[in-house]
């Protein structure tokens, strides 16, 4: 049964976002760049369909770390100086990072609201 947040669905476009990224923004020369963009892109993807049908926090804590690791991969890799490629990771790392956190919250309010009218 599909039970996604919303936020799953817009957390899966940009995961595929970031692993066609370094081919349509013409990144295959800066390795760091796009390895970062397509690694990262494959797991935001595959903890966010894992949520679709298995709506935990722990899907959510992963997306936040690669969210925030994304935010900061030009520095941490050193392409910074690349402004395209800057500005994609952090622009989504920024989102993929709110995003999750927000469903976090979610969770919580909703297991909270699930105890008080006692169900497990």
Do not use: K
């Not at 390895?35 to 894992?50: E, H, K, R, Y």
């Not at 520095?75 to 622009?91: D, K, Q």
Request: aromatic share 10%; proline share 3%.
């Amino acid at each position: 049964m599909i039970r996604a947040h919303w936020q799953d669905r817009i957390e899966v476009a940009l995961g595929l976002w970031l692993v066609a990224s370094p081919f349509v923004l013409g990144l295959e020369t800066t390795q760091a760049a796009a390895w970062s963009a397509m690694v990262a892109g494959v797991a935001i993807v595959t903890f966010a369909v894992d949520a679709f049908y298995y709506p935990e926090i722990i899907e959510e804590w992963g997306n936040l770390a690669i969210g925030l690791l994304l935010l900061a991969s030009p520095w941490l890799l050193g392409y910074a100086p690349v402004r395209v490629a800057t500005i994609n990771a952090v622009v989504c790392g920024v989102a993929i990072a709110a995003l999750s956190f927000s469903t976090v919250g979610d969770i919580r309010r909703e297991r909270r609201a699930r105890a008080l009218r006692g169900e497990s």
